[in-house]
């Protein structure tokens, strides 16, 4: 089937051939890196030879992965030679058999050819309501990375395992912050701020953490009265904790926390970058007496990728054309959007716009390019001409999906994601807190009703 890692394999094959961008003239693809040629499995090979985990090829191929990234082993030789066919042969055969005692969890920005089997195919907040509530599947097979996978875990029932089909799917942002470091930041927050509630009863400091982030920090949150939020409920979650405290230490995702917090009228100067590896986070003491939203200094490499002048070439190139981005991109580029919001309330936009509409979309490709197949009476193109997927969502690839399910026939669970519940106790308290702060719209409204983009711009 027609994929981007089909794509982006025709195009690194071809080097030096720029390959036309379908229906959008003068508009060329190119891939961020040909290492998206190989299989996955090269990369973990390299990384256990090596004994240092990696991210991988993608957008997030420069970022340093921790020493305690999980590594994943070698895949038998058979998924590793299998032709596309066959494994889809394999997967659909297993799946059947083991029917209702599976269920498969595949996230947006997942390959078009692992996402076709999914059962459900959502953004982080859905598959984790997902989770919760296919109670009669003994194996939940998520097909997103790992932060994921221990989410489900701590929300699906004991009796339910949870498995991570290459256990090299993490997120290059998450582990921007770990458990050390937050807890060294919130003993430098107590020390200036006390611990003692204001005369409205609000304590000083309320811990937010982003869904993408280890099952430890979202331990850390439950533990010290904080939450969990997603990009769908992100405004939700900043409005419960000001009602509860008197500012919020926001982590990892600097973006989503400036972006969410501007649009409800926090000024930029009370909201100061946590650098962990500095005294104070690199701030005086006259800057955290004013703050307000205190943001860890972490961001997705995916989505700093999109830039202003993008948007502004988009225009030029599109004139009507509606700029929908994600709030994990840097905040000129929201600004610059005409929208912000979640992958959900992307999907909801597109969904809901007349026929004929141009969307210009800051989120991962994969999702965008899955857009424009799934909506043909629209012109939808990524934001970035380059084709720069995720590098951690890259490394599931129907090869482990088969693996796992195939280990489920057999009776063996293969790569099951555990969270130990002493974590998992404190981390569901902000989790349940998170699933019952329901989404907003978006991050960033459309400020006028868009308009069509023009005829000619679709030739
Ligand atoms: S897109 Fe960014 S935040 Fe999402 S999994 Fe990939 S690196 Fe992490």
């Not at 994943?72 to 059947?96: F, H, M, T, V």
């Not at 701030?283 to 700093?304: I, P, R, Y």
């Not at 106790?425 to 983009?453: C, H, S, W």
Request: proline fraction near 7%.
């Amino acid at each position: 089937m027609s994929s981007v890692n089909t794509t982006i394999q025709l195009i690194t094959r071809e080097q030096a051939e720029a390959v036309r961008v379908p229906g959008q003239p003068g508009r060329t693809q190119e891939s961020c890196d040909d290492d998206l040629a190989k299989g996955p499995w090269e990369f973990d090979l390299a990384e256990a030879l090596a004994g240092t985990p990696g991210y991988g090829p993608g957008a997030s191929n420069e970022d340093t992965a921790p020493p305690a990234t999980p590594v994943q082993g070698q895949l038998p030789q058979e998924y590793k030679d299998a032709s596309d066919d066959e494994l889809e042969a394999r997967i659909l055969s297993a799946k059947a058999k083991l029917g209702d005692r599976v269920v498969i969890l595949g996230h947006f920005y997942q390959r078009d050819e692992v996402v076709q089997f999914a059962d459900f195919v959502g953004d982080s907040f859905q598959l984790a309501n997902a989770a919760k509530t296919r109670t009669e599947a003994e194996a939940i097979v998520f097909c997103g990375v790992h932060f994921m996978a221990e989410t489900a875990d701590m929300l699906s029932g004991s009796h339910q395992s949870v498995i991570l089909p290459n256990l090299a799917a993490g997120c290059s942002m998450a582990d921007m912050a770990d458990l050390p470091s937050v807890e060294a930041c919130w003993a430098e927050l107590e020390a200036l701020y006390g611990t003692e509630p204001d005369a409205d009863g609000r304590v000083p400091v309320i811990p937010v953490t982003y869904m993408n982030s280890s099952a430890a920090l979202k331990a850390f949150c439950g533990k010290h009265g904080g939450i969990v939020c997603t990009s769908s409920n992100a405004s939700t979650v900043l409005e419960w904790a000001f009602e509860r405290g008197q500012r919020v230490l926001f982590f990892p995702d600097q973006h989503l926390g400036r972006n969410t917090a501007k649009a409800m009228g926090v000024p930029l100067e009370q909201m100061p970058l946590w650098n962990p590896r500095m005294p104070l986070g690199g701030n005086t003491q006259e800057v955290m007496d004013a703050a307000k939203v205190v943001l860890w200094q972490g961001f997705c490499s995916v989505h700093k990728r999109f830039t202003v002048g993008q948007i502004e070439q988009a225009r030029v190139d599109f004139p009507g054309v509606r700029v929908i981005v994600h709030p994990e991109c840097p905040m000129e580029v929201v600004d610059a959007a005409d929208e912000a919001g979640s992958t959900d309330y992307i999907l909801k936009a597109i969904q809901a716009a007349p026929d004929g509409t141009t969307f210009a979309i800051g989120t991962e490709i994969n999702m965008v390019n899955r857009l424009a197949a799934q909506y043909p009476q629209h012109t939808i193109f990524c934001l970035d001409p380059v084709i720069c997927p995720c590098s951690t969502m890259y490394r599931i690839h129907p090869g482990y999906l088969a693996w796992v399910l195939e280990g489920l026939l057999r009776g063996e669970v293969l790569n099951q994601i555990t969270v130990p519940e002493d974590t998992a106790v404190n981390a569901r308290i902000a989790l349940e807190r998170m699933l019952a702060a329901l989404p907003q719209a978006a991050t960033k409204q459309p400020a006028k009703e868009p308009q069509p983009a023009q005829s000619a711009a679709r030739a």
